[in-house]
């Protein structure tokens, strides 16, 4: 059985943070910080282990925030500049890895009155894992600065540096706080997202497709336009990387999206679903098969993808769009697709028994539907 996720947190990494920390302060108490921060560690899961041992670092790092943020950065193993994200792990040298989650936590709480010094710690910090999740009360308290600060690090040699000025502003960062500020209006961060989808790093430039994919949950027009104006010219890196961030917008519909790609133009032809069996049970599965009939003499790009209308607790159902397939339809060309679509129990999904509708989509239109019973 695979090692459970929230163990990238626990008792060894503790006694790393307490060696480091005693070779960077010889002053700390480490018997009181270890037995602090192991108690009640392994009934926790993995962000709350996090938060509990910034808690620990708070209770025996000086009160001084400016001493305390150094005694962190002298922990530290020496920074990289490649994108090997296994290599981030600590070692003699320092600290890196997982361990510096809970001190970007410690610096997210207790620097947030000094926001100029924690975030020249978070800098040094994010550069051994990432500091995405903490840069962001900063953003939310002190905007101007933190900006300002991103701003500067738009050319940093760092790409964690750089992957951290567009995931740590995401408006709907996974884990994260979200900055409901720019879920309103995100344009202050349109600014960094222009400078950054030309970087050179493929690490940073799925970020900002992360991040335009965030955009386009409320302001779908908004990431319509920068397609439109950036497509044409950009690069096979860059479409891939603007491919990534318009994923939602394609599954939806979007009209200007999948016109921007090519994609826009209603199926000519005929389209059939069937779905087997007729009654699945739940952790089994159903198979689709898919008849896509041409009537044109030319060939159609298609995305065809399908809408699950699952049964909710109320009686109601609540659409869920799953990927299908990208494909190019030859002239008058009769193609048969088969899917198979798991039912099985998934932490983000709970199933209940009833009807489940099924709409099928070629370019974000509705062209076939079928359904099947969840016994």
Same mark, same amino acid.
């Given at each position: ?144 600065? &933190?900006?300002?600060? +991103?701003?500067?690090?738009?050319? %940093?040699? #760092? !790409?964690? *540096? =750089? /992957?951290? @000025? ?22 202050? &961060?349109?600014?960094? +997202?222009?400078?950054?989808?030309? %970087?050179? #790093? !493929?690490? *940073? =430039? /799925?970020? @900002? ?167």
């Amino acid at each position: 059985m695979a090692e459970p996720f929230k163990n990238l947190i626990g008792a060894r990494l503790v006694h790393d943070l307490a060696e480091h920390l005693t070779r960077s302060w010889p002053g700390l108490p480490r018997k009181r910080f270890l037995a602090q921060a192991l108690e009640g560690l392994d009934d926790l899961e993995l962000k709350a282990r996090a938060t509990h041992l910034s808690r620990a670092l708070e209770a025996v790092l000086p009160p001084d925030f400016d001493a305390a943020a150094s005694i962190l950065e002298r922990s530290l193993a020496p920074a990289r500049l490649d994108e090997d994200l296994g290599a981030l792990q600590t070692s003699p040298a320092g600290l890196a890895g997982w361990v510096i989650w809970p001190m970007t936590e410690f610096v997210a709480r207790v620097g947030l009155d000094q926001p100029a010094r924690a975030l020249q710690a978070l800098h040094a910090l994010t550069q051994r894992f990432t500091a995405e999740y903490a840069v962001r009360p900063f953003l939310d308290q002190h905007r101007e600065l &933190t900006f300002g600060v +991103l701003h500067g690090w738009l050319r %940093d040699p #760092s !790409p964690h *540096v =750089r /992957r951290l @000025v567009s995931e740590g502003s995401r408006p709907r960062l996974p884990w994260g706080m979200q900055l409901k500020f720019l879920v309103a209006d995100p344009s202050p &961060t349109l600014p960094l +997202l222009e400078v950054l989808q030309h %970087d050179a #790093s !493929p690490y *940073v =430039r /799925r970020s @900002v497709a992360n991040h335009w994919n965030d955009i386009a949950k409320d302001h779908p027009d908004l990431v319509a336009g920068w397609l439109e104006k950036h497509l044409s010219a950009a690069s096979k890196e860059r479409r891939a990387m603007m491919k990534h961030a318009s994923r939602t917008l394609i599954k939806k519909g979007h009209p200007r999206v999948l016109k921007a790609w090519g994609i826009g133009a209603p199926l000519r032809g005929a389209a059939e679903l069937r779905i087997a069996p007729k009654k699945a049970a739940i952790g089994s599965g159903v198979t689709l098969e898919v008849r896509l009939v041409s009537s044109s003499p030319k060939s159609q790009r298609l995305v065809v993808d399908y809408v699950v209308h699952h049964v909710t607790a109320s009686g109601a159902t609540s659409p869920k769009v799953r990927k299908g397939w990208n494909l190019e339809l030859g002239p008058h060309e009769d193609r048969r697709l088969s899917k198979q679509h798991s039912l099985r129990v998934v932490s983000t999904r709970r199933y209940h028994r009833g009807k489940h509708a099924v709409d099928l989509l070629v370019n974000g239109k509705v062209v076939a539907g079928a359904q099947f019973v969840l016994e």
